[in-house]
């Protein structure tokens, strides 16, 4: 099964506990002819406290076995299981409810809302899932991701980075198992990117989280610890410490190949 990896480093010993668990999801849009198969029988395994980046080339199905291994979108078949316990196929206020104790997010969109502050978008999924607000808690985390001093303001007064920063306290304040970040660098400077990224290695190495994060871009996803590659739907390779060369390398392979499966020019 790919995709077992371990973190070596980091504070304290390495945690060997499960955070995510897929056997044979699939995914397919659409019907006959017009059907397109996402995930084709995906099986993973990651262990708590790891950090690892999922990447592919276009229409690999990255983003679709993020949003079902999150309970964003429910898969056709297979299992999907979050710290130890299964997401079932219940009704949606118990899949909403899976999702807010145990998963956090941090989109390339950030996703706050515009008319509360700083602190307000922090705190609003525990206020979402009737647990208590511990305001003191979430200064802490405000002011670890460098916003102690703008828990006031509202997300139009913030930075692209500092939207993000907003988001990745938001993921950090409920404690989940698992923190999803899709393309979180995607509309950052460089500068900010490398600051967000660097809060997420944090997630993983201080706060003790584990982060799955989908991206196209080699050197966000050297901020991980091992990257799994997909290809057409299907687990196509991992790595682990990888470099920017290295997965920039191994991309380029992948979409020659789907390409060349595909008969289309490469690059297209």
């Known amino acids: 099964m790919f995709g077992h990896f371990r973190r070596q480093g980091g504070t304290g010993s390495t945690r060997s506990a499960e955070a995510l668990r897929l056997v044979k999801v699939s995914k397919v849009y659409g019907s006959d002819d ?5 995930l084709d029988g995906v099986s993973l395994s990651l262990p708590a406290g790891s950090f690892t980046a999922v990447m592919g080339p276009s229409g690999s199905g990255k983003s679709t076995l993020l949003q079902c291994a999150a309970g964003l979108d429910r898969a056709d078949s297979g299992i999907v299981m979050v710290d130890g316990e ?6 949606e206020a118990e899949l909403t409810k899976f999702r ?22 922090t705190t609003l999924p525990l206020r979402l899932a009737g647990r208590r ?35 990745i306290a938001r993921a950090l304040v409920t404690e989940p198992s698992v923190i999803f970040a899709d393309e979180p ?19 993983v190495r201080v ?10 871009d080699p050197v966000a996803a050297s901020y991980a ?44």
């Open 86 to 91: 299964q997401m079932t196929g219940g009704t």
């Open 207 to 216: 706060h003790g989280r584990t982060v799955v994060m989908v991206t196209h």
């Open 133 to 167: 607000v511990d305001r003191r808690r979430a200064r802490d985390i405000l002011a670890r991701v460098g916003l102690g001093e703008r828990l006031g303001h509202r997300p139009d007064q913030l930075s692209g980075g500092q939207r993000q920063r907003v988001a």
């Open 185 to 203: 660098t995607g509309a950052l400077d460089t500068r900010s990117a490398r600051e967000v990224l660097g809060l997420l290695q944090e997630a």
């Open 100 to 121: 807010r104790q145990r998963v956090g997010f941090v989109f390339q969109q950030y996703n706050l809302l515009d008319t509360l502050t700083v602190e307000q978008n």
């Open 225 to 268: 610890d091992a990257v799994l590659f997909l290809a057409d739907g299907r687990l196509a390779g991992h790595m682990e410490r990888p470099t920017v060369d290295e997965v920039a390398e191994r991309l380029a392979h992948l979409g020659d190949m789907v390409a060349a499966r595909h008969d289309v020019p490469a690059g297209v």
């Open 34 to 38: 017009s059907a397109v198969t996402a």
